[in-house]
């Protein structure tokens, strides 16, 4: 017996709205192609982000629908660096509604936005919640990074070497991810350290938060300015053996995920008045 189709893009349009009325969770990956430093790809952030979902999708496809990638976001701050490409903020917003829009249009009541890139976050919060808005509350949408998930941000605090700031970005959890998926693409002899923040309050963590004594300042100079290679961490202590360990604890955190926005009631709207 075939196993059930989890992938959007190579369904047919009867077998999509077959899939519709089984109230699986629409999952969207969203990143973008920025420098990640020396060592890395400028495709980091899409090939992590997506993989995460694909082959969380992959596993649970019973309750997964997993919808093409949107792989360009918001990344103005990093166009010093050759490669960047970046869609301007509210073009991006209004791409990612009109996807959302589109799925909610043929029947999907859940839709699940899964972040990899940290510039994106704030626009897809706006997406997320405009989605709800603009179904009149028929349809639930959410957005989160994926580096957040919980079990993810609890491996981190097992395996981790550097110290708060290390895992920012092309660092010790991107790299190590990059290296579980496709070493062949990784250069750890240019790998290096970066940890110059503009401000403590700015010091800002994949899996770990902030300082404990900063405020939660939200600010982003351009990217050339505190980093000459890209880099804001440390790389030099990614492994393949921690990108396994995040790798795993992303897919099991995502499902989780899942199956706690399936549960999530979709209740009618009261007007007051």
Same mark, same amino acid.
């Given at each position: 017996m075939a196993l059930p189709k989890f992938f959007l893009g190579e369904m047919t349009w009867p077998e999509i709205r077959e899939v519709v009325k089984e109230d699986r969770v629409a999952v969207v990956p969203v990143a973008t192609y920025e420098d990640h430093g020396h060592h890395l790809p400028i495709d980091t952030d899409v090939l992590l982000c997506?993989?995460?979902c694909r082959r969380t999708a992959e596993r649970f496809r019973e309750e997964i629908v997993l919808v093409p990638p949107i792989t360009h976001g918001y990344s103005p701050h990093h166009m010093d660096f050759p490669g960047t490409l970046t869609i301007d903020g509210h073009t991006f917003i209004n791409y990612v509604l009109d996807i959302c829009k589109s799925l909610a249009h043929h029947g999907f009541k859940r839709i699940l936005l899964v972040n990899g890139h940290g510039s994106n976050t704030p626009f897809l919060e706006v997406a997320a919640r405009l989605t709800i808005i603009e179904t009149e509350g028929k349809v639930l949408c *959410?957005?989160?990074?994926?580096?957040?998930?919980?079990?993810?941000?609890?491996?981190?605090?097992?395996?981790?070497?550097?110290?708060? *700031?290390?895992?920012?970005?092309?660092?010790?959890?991107?790299?190590?991810?990059?290296?579980?998926?496709?070493?062949?693409?990784?250069?750890?002899s240019k790998a290096t350290r970066e940890m110059s923040y503009p401000s403590k309050s700015l010091v800002t963590d994949l899996t770990g938060g902030r300082p404990p004594d900063a405020s939660h300042l939200v600010m982003m100079p351009y990217w050339s300015t505190f980093s000459s290679s890209g880099v804001r961490g440390d790389a030099t202590k990614a492994t393949r053996e921690k990108g396994e360990k995040f790798l795993a604890a992303a897919i099991e955190g995502l499902i989780e995920l899942v199956r706690e926005v399936r549960q999530c009631p979709i209740r009618p709207r009261v007007d007051h008045h």
């Open positions: 997506t993989e995460v *959410g957005a989160v990074n994926y580096w957040a998930l919980g079990k993810v941000r609890q491996v981190a605090a097992q395996i981790r070497e550097t110290e708060l *700031g290390g895992m920012s970005h092309a660092c010790e959890f991107e790299t190590s991810l990059y290296l579980a998926l496709k070493p062949e693409l990784v250069d750890m």
